[in-house]
């Protein structure tokens, strides 16, 4: 297929408003039943620093293909081999699923619009698998090796959708990967401007920065979440925590760290110092 018309058809999903009608009610749904806490965190990969969902993908995908590979070879002695591969994907698609609802629930617009049809297509994929499964078992091999293929021309869409949402518009991409740091002494902000616990949102060369007064101690660490760019010195304050307005990820004011998600990587932090009733800024480390 010509690239350009790819590009069209994808752009098409993009302008869809249409989607909406199904892609703002369930991700709400779904944002209830994953609400912010461990299950999110868990499904995020808070825990892992990294996103856990397309790490997933490869089980699946893996699986699917090494089938491929044997039922194109043909011989009978890998028959059962690619048949249990095809059940490993398709058991593997599940949890692989939910950590993707859980981060499209964050989505909104065009992103929303693509990962709504990603998903879609991985569904029809798995479903196929399914039933590839159960022919073989059945003992019609033929058939399930059709099905499979099905399958796996329907999940190269859905894959190639995820590939767009990640590349191309940068879903879960952190914001802050191309931040260059300050390596030299700045002005950030008068002094006097830094009142207790009250978020302040200043520039260093570049950086955007959020600074927070507690008693003689001055944090300061990057503005941007880097989960999806919201600006994190309109968040809330609490327990020397800063979180994030528009998804609810908390992040550490001494050091940046992430504390609840969804966002998985940490905020980049700076030294303080106060020269000459200005705040400087300097990147840490």
Known sequence: MPPQLVEDLI?????????????????KAVA?????????????????????HPMLTDVAIGSWTSAFVIDAIGHERGEAAADSLIGVGVVSALPTAVAGLSDWSDLMGAERRVGLVHAGANIVAVGFYGLSWLARRDGRRSRGVALSLVGATVATVGGYLGAHLSYRQGVNVDRNAWDEGVDEWVDAVDEGELAHGQPVAAQAGE?????????????????VCGHAGGPLHEGELDDGCITCPWHASTFRLSDGAVVHGPATAPQPVYDTRVEGGKVQVRSRG
Do not use: F, M, Q
């Open 11 to 27: 752009d098409r999903i993009h302008k869809a408003e249409g989607l909406d009608v199904v892609a703002k009610p369930l991700s």
């Open 32 to 52: 209830r039943a994953i609400p912010h806490g461990p299950l999110k965190d868990l499904l995020s990969g808070t825990w892992l620093g990294h996103p856990l």
């Open 207 to 223: 950086a955007d920065i959020l600074l927070v007064r507690e008693g003689s101690t001055i944090h300061a660490i990057g503005d």
